[in-house]
């Protein structure tokens, strides 16, 4: 579990298809405190560490997870943000995130208001139904609250802290992203479905 609060700004070193596609991701954790078979959520997306160095770490990734996720599109130098899985009595600075990314939305529009950027996203018809305004959301792993919604499109603000800490600095319109909606809207939606 993940609270979509990013920790580290990683970078893919280098790429691998071998059977299942293999990463190492340079990042800035103190190696020595990540074990062997921690999982660590990439760009929002829960993938194993399966080897470690002083300043990397290799995982390895399904051909499902490149399907459903914008993995695919990772190139070496794609910058990626990341986050450890949670500890017990660690602050819940975000949401529950689990890091099953739903899909992958893309950004249709970009424009400044005050320091903060307003971003739209295109989601998913199929997930357009469990965004709600002021409800969270994990986009490429971070917490954000979403303003407005309109069909499938979807606005969120990003601070200037955001931008700084994360990979939302370097992020333009058509960019895919993985979208994780709120688990509790998922089960909320449901219900509904069973008593219909």
């Not at 770490?57 to 990341?82: C, H, P, R, Y």
């Not at 990003?158 to 939302?168: E, G, L, N, R, Y």
């Not at 992203?177 to 069973?194: M, P």
Request: hydrophobic content about 40%; glycine content about 10%; proline content about 2%.
């Amino acid at each position: 579990m993940f609270t979509g609060i990013v920790t580290d700004k990683g970078e893919i070193a280098e790429l691998e298809q071998a059977g299942d596609l293999r990463a190492r991701i340079r990042c800035h954790y103190r190696m020595e405190t990540v074990d062997i078979g921690a999982s660590i959520a990439c760009n929002g997306v829960c993938l194993t560490v399966i080897e470690k160095g002083a300043d990397w770490f290799d995982v390895q990734i399904s051909a499902e997870s490149v399907s459903k996720t914008n993995i695919g599109d990772w190139m070496v130098a794609t910058a990626l943000n990341l986050e450890r899985a949670l500890k017990v009595g660690d602050e819940l600075g975000g949401h529950i995130v689990s890091g099953h990314v739903d899909g992958v939305a893309t950004i249709v529009a970009m424009r400044d208001e005050g320091d903060s950027t307003r971003f739209t996203f295109r989601a998913p018809e199929a997930l357009a139904k469990y965004i709600a305004p002021k409800g969270s959301v994990a986009l490429n792993g971070t917490s954000l609250t979403v303003n407005e919604v309109e069909g499938c499109d979807f606005g969120v603000n990003i601070i200037p802290h955001t931008k700084a800490v994360t990979t939302w600095g370097t992020a333009k319109v058509g960019d895919r992203i993985n979208l994780e909606i709120d688990t509790l809207a998922r089960y909320v939606a449901r219900l509904q479905e069973w008593n219909a």
